[in-house]
């Protein structure tokens, strides 16, 4: 049955893919590459010429607002020293932590939430309430909870994420064509394996959807628990944004929000990677 599965699956993509080939050539993965980061270049020496502009302009005393250059030599300057990559590290180690418990949480409430009826009539509205709940409105009740320590920032993160993640897999639950888990059935496919073979590679677009929903959730709401908890001798990057935001360090301020900025495309350009794979196999894509 898994082998019938297999091959169907390969013949449809090998169809796709087909029909992909007639429509452009295979390019090099230098020329992808290329084509893929000179817009985000363009976008960014735009940015930086408008920033300039802003600051040539005099709307802002230089020490509140200063330009590229300063902030480009201040980022150099943290990059040379220990506790900038200390609060990388620590922060990094939070957030993947915390997306960790999320994916898990929310991978099951999800499949639980999209197969019972009872309990998606009884809490099915309830995750896309808190999904659009601020991360930081649970702050005052995880201090309240766990006190001024990680796990109150650990409780965030996860409130923060986990619905976002429970709704990617309902979504993609739900959405799986009836002719699909009929055709499973035809062949065989019975309770886990139907799950493994048929409605689990279905239900993975929108699956993988919910988890970077999740991951800009979690993210958001880990910078926001670091900006409000801070632990003693335990650099982080919310940690050093409040201390420049209380010495008038503006240079500094934003040096650190350039590097949350590339931690944002670095974790983008990983999800892109995965989408991509998942497009290939299934000949949507060019491999």
């Known amino acids: 049955m898994a082998t019938e599965l297999r091959t169907r699956d390969t013949t449809l993509t090998g169809l796709d893919a087909l029909e992909l080939a007639g429509r452009s050539g295979r390019r090099s993965l230098g020329h992808r590459t290329w084509a893929a980061t000179w817009p985000k270049l363009v976008a960014l020496a735009i940015f930086i010429g408008f920033w300039q502009i802003v600051v040539e302009s005099g709307w802002r005393d230089p020490w509140i607002l200063p330009g590229p250059a300063v902030v480009g030599e201040e980022l150099w300057r943290q990059l040379q020293t220990a506790n900038l990559w200390e609060g990388v590290f620590n922060t990094m180690n ?9 994916v898990l949480g929310g991978s099951l409430l999800g499949f639980a939430v999209a197969r019972v009826k009872v309990l998606r009539a009884g809490i099915g509205s309830m995750i896309t309430a808190l999904q659009t709940l601020p991360s930081v409105a649970w702050f005052p009740f995880a201090i309240l909870i766990f006190g ?40 065989g496919a019975r309770g886990l394996s139907l799950y493994r073979f048929v409605v689990t590679p279905a239900a993975l677009p929108a699956f993988i959807a919910g988890l970077k929903q999740g991951w800009a959730f979690s993210w958001r709401s880990l910078m ?47 999800f892109g990677v995965i989408e991509r794979s998942v497009r290939r196999r299934r000949g ?4």
């Open 148 to 187: 001024l320590n990680e796990s109150a920032i650990f409780f965030v993160v996860v409130m923060g994420a986990a619905p976002s993640i429970a709704n990617g897999v309902i979504s993609g639950i739900d959405y799986v064509p009836p002719i699909w888990l009929r055709a499973g059935k035809n062949i």
């Open 224 to 270: 926001a628990g670091e900006l409000l908890s801070i632990i003693p001798g335990m650099p982080a990057l919310g940690v050093q944004m409040t201390a420049y935001r209380d010495l008038s360090n503006a240079k500094g301020l934003l040096a650190t929000l350039v590097v949350i900025f590339f931690i944002g495309i670095l974790v983008d350009a990983i």
């Open 284 to 287: 949507l894509a060019e491999a």
């Open 94 to 102: 939070r957030a993947l932590l915390g997306f960790g418990i999320s």
